[in-house]
């Protein structure tokens, strides 16, 4: 997958900044792909060369001016055909599982410690994306929203996410108390 069609799947929302994006994207699509501001920058520039966005110009005083992007129709049809063929298969590239991996030739203290954190950032997360769905939700019943809602791709990949960083803690949770046996021996 590459950024774009993240990025255009964030456009489905409506006509945006690249600032909002780059704020949105880290609560709309964080939970499936990361990016820095520079590079959605970037790759908004590419895309609007490409035609797959339109970019308009908003003066404004007191205030640098903005570009307002939006999907074109050419972007909308790259959506769909990016969402018509398989996925790719996903892989985990994570440092964190290559140290606990090696935490009995390395150093155990440190690897706990980087367990820790990863548990505080799951816990941040999870709070989060409850927030999020929360107001989504907006006091309905989960089958309500979802009858009511247009889009419901935000909704499944913010489940998605929360169940990740669930297990993302649980994980954290279960290593830490195995490497605090062990220690403890």
Not at 58 to 77: C, I, M, N, W, Y
Not at 140 to 167: I, K, N
Request: glycine content about 4%; some cysteine.
């Amino acid at each position: 997958m590459a950024l774009r069609h993240a990025l255009m799947a964030a456009l489905l929302e409506g006509e945006a900044s690249g600032y909002d994006l780059a704020k949105g994207f880290d609560a709309s699509v964080a939970n499936f792909w990361a990016a820095t501001p520079q590079q959605l920058y970037r790759e908004l520039d590419r895309m609007a060369a490409d035609g797959l966005v339109h970019a308009r110009l908003v003066h404004q005083e007191r205030r640098p001016d903005k570009r307002l992007f939006s999907l074109t129709e050419a972007g909308q049809r790259s959506l769909h055909e990016f969402t018509a063929r398989p996925p790719r298969p996903s892989v985990i590239r994570d440092e964190l599982l290559v140290q606990v991996q090696a935490v009995d030739a390395g150093d155990e203290p440190a690897v706990r410690r980087a367990l820790e954190e990863r548990m505080t950032r799951a816990k941040d997360k999870i709070a989060r994306y409850e927030r999020l769905r929360a107001r989504l939700l907006d006091g309905r019943f989960e089958d309500d929203y979802l009858a009511e809602t247009e889009r419901v791709g935000p909704y499944l990949t913010l489940m998605r996410g929360l169940s990740f960083e669930r297990e993302n803690l649980r994980w954290c949770e279960q290593s830490v108390k195995i490497l605090d046996r062990r220690a403890a021996r």
